[in-house]
């Protein structure tokens, strides 16, 4: 295989193809959420019309999957040294998702479900050229996960908050009700998450991945000494693409949850965050492991 049915598009996606045997078997890693920096999220923000919340970035620095950019690199690499045969395709997301959320259907979402263009963009022509942007995403990602599916397997790369914080509505009045729920003293009182969890079941608790691949991964882990969660915190719910494309391709998608405070070199809300290379690569290492392992198996 010396060419891809999909390219980087600028302020879009950044497509990242590390090529292995011709017919070699493929590991696809999909970031959604991979606008990750200020940077990122400015570029698009102050191209729309809409009245956005004021410190509206404060949203984006608490909600935005820090760390799955250093992640899947990481990943990449790692692959690479240890088995060349394999290629591997990082597609990552350049849209932030606090503006746009390229791991939901565009349809109206239910069971509080955050939806995919948030009601804050209040603009008609923003939210179209938003609905367009997301359309041209999953054009992307349609291809990327058709490729894992004939050559090998796909992992949606995600990072979440250190806490499950009380917010069910994402309205104008975000940035104020976060900064309310991160206040130490309430901050304290939200469940914490776990370091790593897999989401592989869907809400009636049907795992979607392979039993060979989720035993891998169960193996890794407790070889390095890492608690494995799984569906604790999330199921893969119809709402989101996650979801789909691990029913359109059984056993061959997983989805995984980093916390972030384990990624950073110090988390602190409401600020960009610097990864910390030593812990990524200590939770990346057994993912990439065990992935290897169910790439062997479907090579049989």
């Not at 990327?144 to 994402?170: D, F, K, T």
């Amino acid at each position: 295989m010396t060419s891809l049915p999909l390219t980087s598009i600028p302020g879009l996606t950044e497509v990242t193809w590390q090529q292995g045997a011709s017919n070699g078997p493929v590991l696809v890693l999909e970031l959604p959420h991979g606008a990750t920096t200020e940077n990122e999220y400015r570029v698009v923000a102050e191209g729309l019309k809409s009245r956005l919340p004021e410190n509206l970035i404060d949203f984006f620095h608490v909600n935005t999957d820090f760390g799955t950019p250093e992640c899947a690199e990481q990943i990449a690499a790692f692959v690479g040294r240890t088995d060349p045969s394999i290629s591997v395709l990082i597609l990552r997301c350049r849209l932030p998702r606090t503006l746009v959320d390229c791991n939901r259907t565009l349809e109206e979402q239910t069971d509080g479900m955050t939806e995919a263009i948030p009601v804050y963009v209040d603009d008609s022509e923003d939210r179209r050229r938003l609905s367009d942007l997301h359309r041209q995403y999953l054009e992307q990602a349609d291809l990327a996960y058709e490729l894992a599916g004939r050559r090998g397997v796909a992992i949606n790369l995600h990072s979440y908050a250190p806490r499950s914080v009380g917010i069910n509505v994402v309205d104008g009045g975000i940035v104020q009700a976060l900064h309310k729920a991160y206040e130490p003293e309430v901050y304290e009182g939200w469940p914490r998450r776990p370091d790593i969890e897999l989401i592989s079941s869907d809400v009636h608790g049907r795992s979607l991945l392979s039993e060979s691949w989720l035993t891998a991964l169960r193996q890794a882990y407790r070889s390095a000494g890492i608690p494995l969660a799984e569906n604790e915190t999330y199921h893969l719910h119809d709402g989101t693409l996650a979801a789909r494309y691990a029913e359109d391709y059984p056993g061959r998608v997983l989805c995984v949850e980093f916390n972030r405070q384990r990624l950073a070199r110090d988390y602190r809300p409401f600020v960009e965050l610097e990864t910390s290379t030593d812990a990524v690569t200590r939770y990346v290492e057994p993912l990439a492991l065990a992935t290897l392992s169910e790439l062997a198996s479907l090579r049989g």
